[in-house]
Structures are given as C-alpha cells and as structure tokens.
C-alpha cells in the first residue's frame, strides 16, 4: 500500500477514534461509522495518490493534518448530501 493512502487511513482512523472519545458515555460505539470513515480516508488517500501526491519524512505530521481536514470535509458533505 502507498504511503499516501496509509497516512490518509491513519487520519481517519484517529478522526474516527477522537470522535468516538468525544461522545463516550453519552453515544455507543458503531462500527459502520466507524469504518465509514476510515473508507473515506483510503479514498482521499487513494485520489492524493493518483494525483502524484507524494509524502516524505518531513511531510509526513503536516500531510496527516491535511489528510485529516479532508476526510472530516468530505464526511461532512457525504452527510449533507444524504440528508438532502
């Protein structure tokens, strides 16, 4: 697997995980969202990746920030859309 798409799955998967910590106790955990979320990262990581974006060891904190950012967007227009 590119780097690209693992750093993108790691975002996601610590978005998903923050979200969940967020709301314990008044939420229960759900493994659909949860692995919703981190399908939304592999495909960011998946386009970043097809559009030559590449990461290096200097790169690698920021792009999981940026990576994050757009998994949270792209969630939250996939939901907007639904709701539609």
């Known amino acids: 697997m ?9 975002a996601a998967i610590i978005f998903a995980a923050s979200g969940y910590f967020k709301s ?10 949860f692995v919703a979320t981190i399908a939304v990262g ?4 998946a386009v970043m990746y097809a559009g030559g974006g590449s990461i ?9 920030a940026a990576y994050a950012g757009i998994v949270v967007l792209v ?3 996939i939901k907007a ?3 539609l």
């Not at 590119?2 to 790691?10: C, D, K, M, R, S």
């Not at 314990?24 to 969202?33: D, H, L």
């Not at 592999?42 to 990581?45: K, P, Y």
């Open 42 to 45: 592999a495909v960011v990581g």
């Open 75 to 77: 969630e939250n227009i």
């Open 24 to 33: 314990v106790g008044t939420e229960n955990f759900e493994i659909p969202k």
């Open 56 to 64: 290096t060891e200097l790169t690698v904190t920021e792009q999981l």
């Open 2 to 10: 590119p780097i690209t798409i693992a750093v993108a799955i790691l």
């Open 81 to 83: 859309i639904l709701r």
